[in-house]
């Protein structure tokens, strides 16, 4: 990526998270604690390795590249396979689907910073790997969506910014790289590295003193994953019935960890066998060619 096109959406993302600091301590959002406004990203930041499927071609787990922030993004990988260029899309889809969530609880600084997260911790690393892909860009509309709830845009024009930028999403999504594997199958393991990190994530919040920041993004990573569930399930299921089988069940655990956008006072299940669903879930996707 040019200098000049990096800086600029350093400074985008810069704009935003201050106008996050300032609405953060306006008495527009009292009441809202500590943990339901820093959204840090939780288990990703905290040493959890990359989530299996993302090392097709001997780059494998926890390989970690320069950037990359909370996904830890390797672009020359990313842009050779498709299930770590894919992950890296839909674990940016996963901020939006939870900052909307909160949006429509009126968390709206929560909102904005799920909003920001994905210029500076994903999207600019990505940036040259969607050129090299011919995939279109979508750096504005990440801007625009960070900017739109502090902007004076109404809710609808918020709304329709985040949806703006999932739609761009699935754009990128349809120039992933080409893969000797079949399309359910690299839909099956996108899926796997979601629940995977819904599972961490939901673990990393259970142990937590302030829940609310690790259970968002985990929330997030479940909507995704339940967003592609949802488009690709039944092609996964004709592949291989073992490895729809593991994916629902894990699925339905993470509905029951996952009831609402904010972390409930009791958590809903043990995070050692939601861990364990995502493991089985995690070794039944690895057979897959």
Same mark, same amino acid.
């Given at each position: 990526?040019?200098?000049?096109?990096?800086?600029?959406?350093?400074?985008?993302?810069?704009?935003?998270?201050?106008?996050?600091?300032?609405?953060?301590?306006?008495?527009?959002?009292?009441?809202?604690?500590?943990?339901?406004?820093?959204?840090?990203?939780?288990?990703?930041?905290?040493?959890?390795?990359?989530?299996?499927?993302?090392?097709?071609?001997?780059?494998?787990?926890?390989?970690?590249?320069?950037?990359?922030?909370?996904?830890?993004?390797?672009?020359?990988?990313?842009?050779?396979?498709?299930?770590?260029?894919?992950? !890296?899309?839909? +674990? $940016?889809? @996963?901020?939006?689907? #939870?900052?909307?969530? =909160?949006?429509?609880? &009126?968390?709206? *600084?929560?909102?904005?910073?799920?909003?920001?997260?994905?210029?500076?911790?994903?999207?600019?690393?990505?940036?040259?790997?969607?050129?090299?892909?011919?995939?279109?860009?979508?750096?504005?509309?990440?801007?625009?969506?960070?900017?739109?709830?502090?902007?004076?845009?109404?809710?609808?024009?918020?709304?329709?910014? !985040?949806?703006? +930028? $999932?739609? @761009?999403?699935?754009? #990128?999504?349809?120039? =992933?790289?080409?893969? &000797?594997?079949? *399309?359910?199958?690299?839909?099956?393991?996108?899926?796997?590295?979601?629940?995977?990190?819904?599972?961490?994530?939901?673990?990393?919040?259970?142990?937590?003193?302030?829940?609310?920041?690790?259970?968002?993004?985990?929330?997030?990573?479940?909507?995704?994953?339940?967003?592609?569930?949802?488009?690709?399930?039944?092609?996964?299921?004709?592949?291989?019935?073992?490895?729809?089988? #593991?994916?629902?069940? =894990?699925?339905?655990?993470?509905?029951? *960890?996952?009831?609402?956008?904010?972390?409930?006072?009791?958590?809903?299940?043990?995070?050692?066998?939601?861990?364990?669903?995502?493991?089985?879930?995690?070794?039944?996707?690895?057979?897959?060619?």
């Amino acid at each position: 990526m040019a200098f000049e096109r990096k800086k600029i959406l350093l400074g985008q993302a810069g704009v935003a998270a201050l106008l996050i600091g300032l609405t953060s301590c306006s008495p527009a959002n009292e009441g809202e604690g500590e943990g339901e406004r820093a959204v840090s990203g939780g288990g990703e930041e905290g040493g959890y390795s990359v989530p299996v499927g993302e090392g097709e071609s001997g780059e494998g787990e926890g390989d970690e590249g320069p950037g990359g922030g909370e996904f830890g993004i390797k672009p020359s990988q990313a842009a050779e396979n498709p299930v770590t260029f894919m992950t !890296a899309l839909e +674990v $940016m889809r @996963a901020h939006y689907l #939870a900052g909307l969530a =909160a949006y429509e609880i &009126d968390r709206r *600084a929560v909102a904005a910073e799920m909003f920001t997260h994905p210029i500076s911790e994903i999207y600019i690393d990505l940036e040259d790997v969607l050129i090299g892909l011919d995939a279109p860009l979508f750096g504005d509309q990440l801007a625009t969506a960070a900017a739109a709830p502090f902007d004076g845009s109404s809710d609808d024009e918020i709304r329709a910014a !985040a949806h703006a +930028v $999932m739609a @761009a999403i699935d754009e #990128a999504e349809n120039h =992933a790289p080409q893969s &000797d594997h079949s *399309a359910a199958s690299i839909q099956a393991q996108v899926l796997t590295n979601m629940i995977v990190r819904a599972a961490l994530q939901y673990e990393f919040a259970m142990a937590s003193d302030v829940r609310n920041s690790p259970y968002l993004d985990g929330y997030g990573f479940f909507k995704s994953a339940e967003t592609i569930a949802t488009r690709h399930m039944d092609e996964i299921r004709n592949l291989d019935t073992g490895v729809a089988d #593991a994916l629902s069940n =894990a699925m339905t655990s993470l509905a029951i *960890a996952y009831p609402t956008v904010l972390a409930p006072d009791e958590l809903a299940i043990d995070a050692d066998d939601l861990i364990d669903l995502a493991d089985i879930a995690s070794a039944a996707t690895e057979r897959l060619e």
